[in-house]
């Protein structure tokens, strides 16, 4: 998936001739279809089980990114990411369910992921040397082994119960956690829509831009391993959200893409943490697991909505990177203000609680 995404704008702008807007725009379209599909089939997880929500995702997603190597317009690029983003959009939530309910740690489970798109990234960088669209063939060759394996899933005991399609409770239940996330990754997501094109006019061949992304991931990899697992929800969510600042306020100062290689590893450790921690939190909290983890996922594509909007106001106003940098940074500073704040009131409302009890 992530491997795709990447080149995506390039043949975009490179190949396609297609504006820095528009490919904004095909960005927030692309978590737009996401958003829906990941609030629907989360739901759908806690309903008729994990491993068949699982399953359909990925062979949907599997035919729907073979789909980009026949892309040659805007108009059908456009579609295209429209129907990847429905079919990615399916299946994160029941996966990190079933993850849980297997017994597997948080952090180990992000780990895969975060080593999956580093090697996914290395192997469809050095493809789109030869071709851009080769990119995209390996995408769909890493979907295919993905498929087959979710075959080989083996049933765990797991209680299906029925959920209201609006879970207000479960929101509240997690709100900090979502509007944090939400909050920082739009930012970043403002950032992450015209990334690829920066890192090319940063002097980056596909190859290199892939090296890029493979650091990233190899940070989140190492940070995932060693401390994700050792720390609380919490604590892995601020350390996260400080983190993601201090690497966007890095970015504009890069003049070549080797300047930007050591920010990746403070980017690696910034996301290892506020994922990791999401993650925790909403498994961790929650009987309903794939709706809260489907909730999260869908927070995560409404920031890629919001953050592509963001970045076509910001480019449309100040062409050019480092606005768009810098606006990241400060909504980074915002979520981390805002989740101090409300985990603090959830402390002094702990305390007033127990203080009442003694009584």
Same mark, same amino acid.
């Given at each position: 998936m992530l491997s795709a995404f990447t080149y995506v704008p390039i043949l975009a702008r490179e190949n396609l001739g297609i504006s820095e807007i528009l490919i904004a725009v095909m960005? $927030? *379209?692309?978590?737009?279809?996401? /958003?829906? %599909?990941?609030?629907?089939f989360g739901r759908a997880g806690d309903v008729y089980g994990r491993r068949i929500v699982i399953r359909l995702g990925l062979?949907?997603? !599997?035919?729907? /990114? &073979?789909?980009?190597?026949? %892309?040659?317009? /805007?108009e059908t690029l456009?579609?295209?990411?429209? !129907?990847? $983003?429905?079919?990615?959009?399916?299946?994160?939530g029941a996966l990190a369910a079933y993850a849980f309910e297997s017994k597997m740690k948080m952090g180990r489970f992000a780990t895969?992921?975060?080593?999956?798109?580093?090697?996914? !990234?290395?192997?469809?960088?050095?493809?789109? *040397? /030869?071709?851009?669209?080769?990119a995209f063939v390996m995408s769909t060759i890493f979907l295919i082994i993905a498929f087959g394996s979710a075959l080989t899933l083996a049933p765990v005991q797991q209680v299906t119960m029925k959920v209201p399609w609006f879970p207000i409770e479960t929101f509240k239940r997690n709100a900090s956690i979502y509007m944090a996330v939400l909050i920082r990754h739009s930012g970043a997501f403002a950032i992450w829509t015209l990334w690829p094109?920066?890192?090319?006019?940063? &002097? &980056?061949?596909?190859?290199?831009?892939?090296?890029?992304?493979?650091t990233n991931a190899v940070a989140q990899v190492i940070f995932m391993i060693t401390l994700s697992d050792r720390i609380n929800s919490k604590r892995l969510v601020a350390i996260g959200l400080i983190a993601s600042a201090v690497a966007f306020a890095w970015f504009p100062f890069a003049t070549n893409i080797f300047e930007i290689l050591p920010s990746q590893v403070l980017l690696g450790l910034s996301w290892a943490c506020l994922y990791v921690g999401a993650l925790k939190f909403v498994t961790d909290n929650n009987k309903e697991r794939s709706t809260a983890s489907g909730l999260l996922m869908s927070m995560l594509?409404?920031?890629?909505?919001? &953050?592509?909007?963001?970045?076509?106001?910001i480019y449309s106003i100040w062409p050019g990177y480092a606005p768009i940098m810098f606006f990241a940074m400060a909504m980074t500073v915002l979520a981390s203000v805002l989740f101090w704040r409300?985990?603090?009131?959830?402390? !002094?409302?702990?305390?007033?609680?127990?203080?009442?009890e003694s009584f």
């Open positions: 960005v $927030g *379209g692309f978590a737009a279809t996401s /958003f829906i %599909s990941s609030y629907i062979l949907l997603s !599997t035919i729907s /990114f &073979g789909l980009l190597i026949f %892309s040659s317009s /805007f456009f579609i295209i990411r429209l !129907t990847n $983003g429905f079919c990615i959009g399916m299946y994160p895969w992921g975060a080593a999956g798109w580093g090697i996914g !990234t290395l192997f469809a960088g050095y493809a789109a *040397g /030869f071709n851009i669209y080769y094109l920066f890192l090319y006019d940063l &002097g &980056g061949d596909p190859f290199l831009i892939a090296v890029v992304q493979a594509s409404l920031s890629g909505i919001i &953050g592509p909007i963001i970045a076509a106001i409300s985990n603090r009131n959830q402390r !002094t409302e702990l305390v007033e609680e127990s203080v009442n």
